[in-house]
């Protein structure tokens, strides 16, 4: 019951916190693994915590400027069956664009920091394509979340 509410309210709840740390060590990971060659690259693990801080922080932030209050509503698409009925085709089209969209954003704004703190190491094409590689893993987690939560 409790991961079948939004994730604005999960956010803040250890399964949260849990939640998003499996996806912060998922990504920096992979990141590491792609750039660095090995399993574990401080620098790299540093910088996929700082991008997913920062974009958390515009996701609250742009969140509730755009719908008066409520944070990571519009950010992270993480519903549940109160929420959006994914057998309605109006639904599942505008949670799809939806989700598409906050991939875009989230890749642009997790790319502009990694590429900050790893430019000296690695040329910005290469940290284009970490992250790139590392926020498929963390959507594909998240649409599997959202379809077995909506379901």
Same mark, same amino acid.
């Given at each position: 019951?409790?991961?079948?509410?939004?994730?604005?309210?999960?956010?803040?709840?250890?399964?949260?916190?849990?939640?998003?740390?499996?996806?912060?060590?998922?990504?920096?990971?992979?990141?590491?693994?792609?750039?660095?060659?090995?399993?574990?690259?401080?620098?790299?693990?540093?910088?996929?915590?700082?991008?997913?801080?920062?974009?958390?922080?515009?996701?609250?932030?742009?969140?509730?400027?755009?719908?008066?209050?409520?944070?990571?509503?519009?950010?992270?698409?993480?519903?549940?069956?109160?929420?959006?009925?994914?057998? +309605?085709? !109006?639904?599942?089209?505008?949670?799809?664009? %939806?989700? @598409?969209? &906050?991939?875009?954003?989230?890749? $642009?704004?997790?790319?502009?920091?990694?590429?900050?703190?790893?430019?000296?190491?690695?040329?910005?094409?290469?940290?284009? +394509?970490? !992250?790139?590689?590392?926020?498929?893993?963390? %959507?594909? @987690?998240? &649409?599997?979340?959202?379809?077995? $939560?909506?379901?």
């Amino acid at each position: 019951m409790l991961l079948n509410v939004s994730f604005g309210i999960t956010a803040f709840l250890p399964m949260g916190w849990l939640f998003m740390a499996f996806v912060i060590l998922g990504e920096a990971f992979l990141m590491s693994i792609y750039l660095a060659k090995k399993k574990a690259d401080k620098r790299i693990y540093w910088s996929a915590a700082i991008s997913n801080v920062v974009s958390g922080v515009v996701g609250i932030v742009s969140t509730m400027i755009l719908n008066g209050g409520w944070w990571l509503v519009v950010w992270f698409p993480w519903v549940s069956s109160h929420e959006v009925d994914i057998h +309605n085709p !109006t639904q599942l089209t505008g949670l799809i664009i %939806y989700y @598409i969209i &906050a991939l875009i954003l989230s890749v $642009l704004i997790e790319l502009m920091v990694n590429h900050l703190i790893l430019r000296k190491q690695y040329p910005f094409k290469k940290t284009l +394509n970490a !992250t790139l590689i590392a926020n498929a893993f963390s %959507y594909v @987690i998240g &649409a599997i979340l959202i379809i077995l $939560l909506c379901i």
